[in-house]
């Protein structure tokens, strides 16, 4: 069994300069939206049932767009 790590030249995990600009360029709305989407996701992750979580995202986005 290998136990490779990552090269020095690898890009670390995490969003590109694009997305962050693109986050960066939206609206407080639209990065509160974001925020609290991934809020939900990182609570389940690690769950092997995640049952409730798109109806979770689902009422983010109701809230916001009317």
Do not use: C, N
């Not at 020095?8 to 995490?14: F, L």
């Not at 991934?38 to 798109?54: A, F, G």
């Amino acid at each position: 069994m290998s136990t490779e790590h990552p090269k020095a030249s690898e890009t670390p995990p995490g969003p590109s300069k694009r997305v962050e600009a693109i986050f960066k360029s939206a609206s407080e709305e639209h990065k509160e939206l974001i925020r609290e989407i991934l809020k939900e996701e990182r609570d389940v992750q690690h769950m092997s049932r995640r049952s409730d979580i798109h109806t979770k995202i689902y009422d983010h986005v109701r809230r916001l767009i009317k």
